[in-house]
Every structure is written in C-alpha cells, then in structure tokens.
C-alpha cells in the first residue's frame, strides 16, 4: 500500500501551475516532457496529477538535452504542440539544441523553464541566470511572466497565456519562462472534465500567393526534408521529374529519380529551365548549384515558419502552385522518361549484378542447376554487409505502419543516392542537420504512434545512424520505455566519422591529424552500453544475420553493423 505524503495548503505557485497545464489542455496539449528540478517542481506536480487523471501523458528524462529532442519527435509524430518542463540554470540551457532543430523544421514545441522571481534575479543566487530571451530569434514568442502572488485573476491570466502559447506554437517553439517563489509545492486542484476551449481569433492573415504553372519540358520539381506528398503529385500535374530526398515524404512514384545527383551532372541536368522546391533540401551539392544557375528559374514554395531555402537569393517565394493544363503525353514520355532511364542506367552501372541468383533457378529440372542456385543463394545469405546493403536491407524492412528515423551520418547519404521509390514514414532532423538527439527523436516518436496505432502489427521505429551519432546521444538508451514500445537501433559502426572521408578535407590535412580532429575514433562497447540500459544487443555481420535482426521479436534492440570496408562510391556531402 503506497503512503500518501500529505500537501500543504495550495500555493500560488502550485495554483498557476495547475491553471497553467489546464489551459494547455484545454487547447489540445496531451503531452509533457519533464526534467527534475527544485524550482520546477510546482509544474513538474501538476503534470503528474493531470497525468494521473487522464488528461496528459507525461514522460520524464533525467537529461534536458534527451527530454527536449523527445519532445520534438512527439510534436512531429503526432502534429500537436508539446509541452518541456525544466528547472532554472543550465537545465535551459541544454533545450537549446532541440529548439534550435524545431525552429528551423517548424515543430510546435512549448518549453516552459522554472526561474527565480525578480528579488533573487542579479544578486548571485544559486541556479539563477539570465534565462528571458535566452533562445532569442528561435522562439515565435517569449513570454517572462512574474512569480505569482495569489491576487484575484492570476488563474485566468495563465489560462490566457497557455491559449496564447499554444496559437504561437503553430509554426515553431515558444518559450514561457515562469518564476516561482516559495513554496512551491502545495495541493492541486485538477478539474475534470476539462472541455476543449475555443481557439483564440487568429490575427488576420497575409494574403497567400499562389502561382499559376503551365506545364513543359524543362522544368524539374524538387522535394527536399519535409516536403510532403503534394511535392510528388505536382511533378505528375506538371509532367516533370521529380527529384525527392529520402526524408521528404515524397519519395515514391514513377516521375522519382533516384540517382538525381548524375542526371544533374549530365545534360538532362543542362536542360533545366525551371525547378520548383518544396522543403528543405540538404543532402547534395547538386541541387544548390542548379537553383544558383542564372538560366534558371527557381520557385520556392513557402513551408508555414521556416525559413525558404534559397540558396541563389533569387528565387520566386510563394505560398502555393497551381497547374494549368494538361502536360503533353509525348513531351511527358521524353522529358520524364529520359530522367529515369538515365537514373536507372547509373544504378545498374554502380552495381551491374544483382547478387541474388534468379528464383526460377529453384525449381529447375536440372539438379545441378538447382544445385548451383542453392550454393548461390548461400553465398548470399554469407556476404559480410557494407553500407549499400546495410541501408537496402533497412528500407526494405520498413512498411508504411512502422517508422524510419535516420540521423545526419554517412548512412542517409547512401540512402539517399540509392533506396528506390517507397511511400513508408521517414524523419530526419534536417533542420540543422545536427547529429544531436537522433535516438531521442526516435523514441518521441515511437511514443507518439503507440496511442495511434490501429495496425494489427504492431509497427516499429528503426533508427539508423552511425556510431557517433548513437554516443552523442547515448543517454537516450538509459531512460525508461515501456515494455511493449518496439524501438530498434541500427547502428553503422565504423569505429568514428567516417562520413569525412568524402570532403576536401581528407585529401589535404596531414593524415594524423585528420585522423585524431576529424575522424575521431572510438571504441566503445556498444554491447555493454546496450546491457546498461536494458536494451537486447545482436551484432551483425552478413545479410543473414541482418535479415534475421531486422524481424527482431525484441521490443528494444540495438544492432551493431561494423563497416569495416574501403571506402565505397558514395553521396557526397553538402555540410
């Protein structure tokens, strides 16, 4: 039987804070992301007794730097704002990464930081900085709100301000930084129900722009992170190419050019005249060097609160596109079809054999056909996995109910320069493309599609990324889960940053200091790192192994892939 510590009496502390939770609720709020701290712990209680209620989900790190990337893969799991709580000090500090990443990607994101009330702000008390407008221009608004005293209205006024934030946080994070004088803890009142409020009177908006397309034969559309579906459909409205980075959400479709990077290079790439862009590409020195090319004409269409990528400067900026006409067939078969047939005539080049022997050969009269088939396919099943394989193997294991998260290493390159056409769930941090908190995000989200999910598979949360993008955020792996979330980590390990050998760089440092600055090697334990969070742990060798690791029963794996072989031709990278 569990004790209940009796509370005091309510504190205005703990009355706002409550206040505070219930109009982030009430406005569609259904998660808290928490640290422990001293100064937050009015906040920090109130989410725990609305949680006990039914009305919020919280989840708790130790670290603010894992809580803050957790919370933003909830926010783009699920499409609604997400709410950080933390302590003063350099607790604010560390969300600095997770908000600097949903500023630029546009993930709602409400991070309210506990502080010191103005008598003990610039005196040196302890745990006490100057946190107001400590993110700066990252924040859609910033709000420095008094240490409550109790006075009549002061419930309603954080009512008000939750509306407030919850509006703002449609188009990126906002900050509430909320001081708190003792006590701060007290008894919480948590209504129930708490009915959904009216949505503030949004202020009037600009008028959008739309631009009227007539389709023809040398325009391209681009899709980079984030684009969404309507990137794809509009190259077939339009009968162009479509050039779709793997995180872009419009990787899939017969317009897709898979090897866009040398189609670029040759004269198809010459004869672009146009290109139309819908998200945030970063994963090619190609596209950038088209959309700075004076001969051609560059559209952007506006994502709602970031920044429009425009890497000429001189790029048409609008809101929406609208195609007039029907593309000619004939012209759709030359201009779209030229692009793939040569996409598909690099690819077959990089690789000309397909290692898999042919499945007629199985069932041959000839035993010795039969025989030889056997011995292939074994001689397949034993091939050592390198990079090509390691992500083929990865993409073909996702299915559109499960997830793919993959972090700013070396593997999305090659991802991107080979996976075929594929409608599954792909994320990226791509907004700074940071190698920060990549399992983080990956857990938010796969926390995020639980409450969703309707399959009668259960889906799954892959995660690939290299080794140096699994340490930096190695506490990930330390905080809890529940048992039945399927979370599977595949880790490229090539013993450090490998993903510099393709720049400059590597051909013009001295070798040791290259080797000790940029690639910094290491060697960590990753099966014990794994048993030290409660993680299973396979590592994998050949694509039997893979195959095998891949329909883990595990809920939570980690499998380590080392790549230890020379350097394959692969994507180069734009950072």
Known sequence: MTTLRPLSAESPASASAAALLEGLVAHGVADVVLSPGSRSQALALAAAAFARAGHLRVTVRIDERVAGFTALGLAVQTGRPVAIVCTSGTAVANLHPAVLEAHHSGVPLIVLTADRPAELRGIGSNQTTVQPGIFGELVRADWDVPAPTGAPGEREDARTLAALAVRASAEGPVHLNLAYREP????????????????????????????????????????????????????????????????????????????????????????????????HPTLSREVPALLERDDVETIVVRTPGVEAYNPGRRARIVDDVRVQGTPDRTVVRRWVGGWVSMSRAVLESQEPGDPAPELSLAVSSDRGVRAAFASAELAVLRAPVDRRMLVRAVWAATWPHDRLVLAASRLIRVADAIVPGKAIPVHANRGLAGIDGTVSTATGMALGAADAETTATPGTTRVLLGDLALLHDAGALLAPLPDDLRLHVIVGNDGGGTIFDDLEVAATAPADDFEQVMRTPQEVDLAA??????????????????DDALTAPEPRLLVEVPLNEPTLTEATSSD
């Not at 949004?202 to 579906?229: E, K, M, N």
């Not at 790192?529 to 893979?546: F, N």
């Open 529 to 546: 790192l794994a048993a030290a969070g409660g993680w299973a742990y396979r590592r994998v060798t050949t694509r039997a192994e893979l």
């Open 184 to 279: 701060l803890s007290g008894s919480i009142h948590v209504p129930d129900p708490i009915d959904a409020a009216p949505a503030l009177d949004d202020a009037p908006a600009a008028p959008r722009q739309t631009l009227d397309l007539v389709p023809d034969d040398a325009t391209v559309v681009i899709a980079g992170h984030g684009a969404g579906p309507a990137a794809e459909q509009l190259a077939v409205d339009l009968g162009a190419p479509l050039i779709a980075e793997v995180s872009s959400g419009a990787r899939f479709g017969r317009h897709l050019v898979v090897a866009y990077r040398d189609v670029l290079r040759g004269p198809h790439g010459e004869a672009v005249g146009r290109a139309i862009v819908f998200g």
